[in-house]
């Protein structure tokens, strides 16, 4: 799509380039703060870089505060706190959040407008999928059903729910409210539904869409995305096929378009490693397809992808357009972790091989302290980036979740409605298992887990 | 309303209390990188905060990475940039930025939920609103549109539009999506409804809503809300009064209750002075009374109040709950703008005021320089936190705006589709206006863009 010249205009408003810690992630480049009473004044790059803007005022001109001050990311660490090992959100590394505390630039800056389309490109990359689009908002995951709902479906359309927990439940009411009529199929806790029982329900009726959660935050079920994709084309091609990718994305493998996956739906603080607030989808051909087939409008205003789908193409043409104003820090943030994910030194399959062995040397702790997760076979059926472990008889949450804040370990409680107050939930995704060797966060956490176990009396076997 | 038990127990999973610089901003706390080859190691208090930490650890257990650093707000400066003087994003200060870098935290966390709760709080002060219910969500001002279109008004319902632009136009087709039955009263560009008008029109039809744009972005008038909130409680009290205020909240008086506004609509980054990425609406008790006496249930999932209420008012009681994640760190940088915006040294009053004197002066100087504002009469009826400029016969953005760009100023072209190539657009909110002393910001700005109109070619009056 070509932007219209209006657009083109508007870009002339704006800066051209401005030195910025990420767009010159220069490891050589140490810029350092102007209190000159404490800190020599700066010195090579950065010098260079203040000079480069210094060049464009009159002489006679002293340089205004906004370009005084720099702050590489070798400078800036995050401020001490626990450590957070719920399922989402994740630790977030300090270029990340340095990166959110990007100076504030205008949202069709020709700063800003590439670093909107590169992370367009790497969702791709992610999830395998070069022949997607992508559409980044502010929002949460939970804006991502609505965009199913309001764009891909249409009121009165056939739905199937594979339903296996609070999630199934939440995205089956979602499409409700905008007017789908849902069939679920509910598997019982910690279980999930069984391709041939897919298959059967396919079968019996024609589905305009089918959703599945493909982690469930919670219960920690892996759903097999491939196989339910592979299902989908050989029984019933037309039907779009909508992963839930919230607590599953750059923590599990999806090769979207291998595997006949059409909408993945996430969000940024999870396995993506950013502070939350944005809702990121990606729509295979099939799906945006079936959107523009719609005989009806989009029935939601705010996430119309007849209103995003224009916005994307031209931020990732190079121009930038406007709908809503998009939540540039946090883009900045997600540019950084999606950098780190996608050209850093650890590969994508790297990381979802990491992801793996974390998660089986956290099941395998816990099942040698002989304790059950809410996944019957954790190591087969389990999510990679989350772990739900039932506490062991006779102790509950209050024994156990403050003692491990007490060791500055910050887990998640139970979440099923059924369950809740049976069990807990363990993280392990992002630079907590990536970057575990420097960290050593799962040997803190698990350390931890086992400190609080038996000082709350629990002897473990053996 | 009391949070549910589950509620309790899940907050029971968290971190009681953390040292954070956006909870104890301590001016006197100067904490240190740790990197050893540099700086000096950790004294004081950021010393003694890191070993109240380190009291949790066995002494065996060296330091988990999570708890070695720390960086006060007087140690972070941002980047170097350009100014960014356009109606939103808008300069945003240091100590904002860095509370967006706050370490990542659980949404539901004891740490966290009072932040959250401040917030709301907050909200009220600033709109002089002690008895509305401020909503507080990840997206934009535009996802404001889709809450009052999908909450207080019910498909068939007739809505008042007045039009004073971009902004009328896109409420008007979001409430119709919606399936509201909208009358528009479209203002000359650059101008607006009079009173007479909307009584008459509020005389002709029962609307369920009225809907004005406080300052319309794309033309920089400025709305009569106290005028429009009197008149629709004279002749129309059940109708609700709807201020679209994403430039207008914090940089212009609102006294919501005072004046009979029923929901105010914004966003962060405005007069607010955080990044963008929140939508933040206000409603009153009789808005709340519409939505709760719908006679069918709200038509979006993510916008729906049904389900934000009780979230709101459980942060607000200091519990916590989920829908879905809130942008924790965009919630963090909230908080401290608006801490410094209701308890700064500047008041409430003298920040309006200081508006009011940082919008003549530019309006008083770009007239002298014999140029004209979109708004007729923009020092009676233009916005207090923008100003909209016509260039001069024969000048075009292409002459001035790249101009402006050398000199690192920032300033946004026309948006209004039917004169776009005819003005550009300042903005003046926020820290460029209260903290100018110090910034220097107006100074450079109105410099500049002398400057770039002689380098033009332009030969002002006398």
Not at 81 to 89: A, E, N, S, T, Y
Not at 165 to 191: M, N, R, W
Not at 363 to 389: I, N, P, Y
């Amino acid at each position: 799509m070509s932007p219209p010249a209006s657009d083109k205009l508007k870009m002339a408003a704006h800066a051209a380039s401005s030195p910025s810690p990420i767009s010159n992630p220069n490891p050589s480049t140490r810029a350092r703060s102007n209190s000159h009473e404490r800190r020599p004044a700066p010195s090579g790059k950065a010098a260079s870089r203040v000079s480069q803007v210094a060049d464009h005022l009159q002489p006679s001109q002293s340089l205004p505060s906004t370009l005084r001050f720099e702050m590489s990311s070798q400078e800036f660490k995050q401020a001490p706190h626990k450590l957070l090992v719920i399922p989402g959100p994740i630790e977030v590394a300090d270029d990340v959040l340095l990166a959110n505390a990007h100076p504030s630039m205008s949202h069709v800056s020709p700063d800003f407008v590439p670093v909107f389309g590169d992370c367009i490109r790497m969702m791709r990359q992610v999830l395998y999928a070069p022949n997607s689009q992508p559409f980044i908002t502010s929002g949460s995951g939970t804006l991502g059903w609505d965009q199913v709902a309001a764009n891909v479906v249409e009121p009165g359309d056939e739905v199937l729910v594979l339903n296996t927990g609070y999630f199934g439940d939440s995205f089956a009411e979602c499409l409700e409210v905008y007017g789908a009529k849902v069939t679920q199929i509910k598997a019982p806790i910690g279980s999930k539904p069984t391709l041939d029982e897919v298959e059967a329900a396919l079968k019996q009726k024609k589905y305009k869409a089918m959703t599945f959660t493909h982690v469930d935050t919670s219960v920690a079920t892996l759903a097999d995305a491939k196989g339910l994709g592979e299902l989908v084309a050989r029984v019933s091609p037309e039907t779009v096929v909508v992963l839930d990718g919230v607590c599953s994305v750059a923590s599990e493998e999806i090769r979207m378009e291998e595997w006949g996956i059409d909408v993945v739906l996430t969000a940024s603080q999870k396995g993506l490693g950013c502070p939350p607030g944005l809702c990121i989808v990606a729509a295979s051909k099939k799906a945006i397809a079936a959107f523009e087939a719609r005989s009806v409008p989009p029935n939601s205003y705010f996430a119309s992808w007849k209103k995003w789908l224009p916005v994307m193409r031209a931020y990732e043409a190079g121009t930038g357009a406007y709908f809503a104003t998009p939540p540039t820090n946090l883009i900045y943030a997600l540019h950084r972790s999606l950098t780190t994910i996608t050209k850093g030194s650890v590969s994508l399959e790297e990381r979802f091989k990491m992801h793996v062995e974390a998660s089986n040397r956290v099941k395998s702790f816990v099942t040698e302290l002989g304790l059950k997760q809410l996944v019957q076979d954790g190591f087969k059926d389990g999510a990679h980036g989350m772990t739900a472990v039932r506490y062991p008889e006779g102790l509950q949450a209050s024994d156990l979740l403050p003692k491990l804040v007490a060791k500055n370990v910050v887990v998640a409680a139970g979440l099923h409605a059924v369950v809740k107050n049976e069990y807990f939930r363990i993280g392990h995704m992002g630079v907590t298992v990536v970057n575990d060797k420097e960290r050593g966060d799962l040997d803190h956490l698990l350390k931890s887990i086992k400190e609080a176990l038996l000082e709350s009396g629990y002897k473990p076997p053996n």
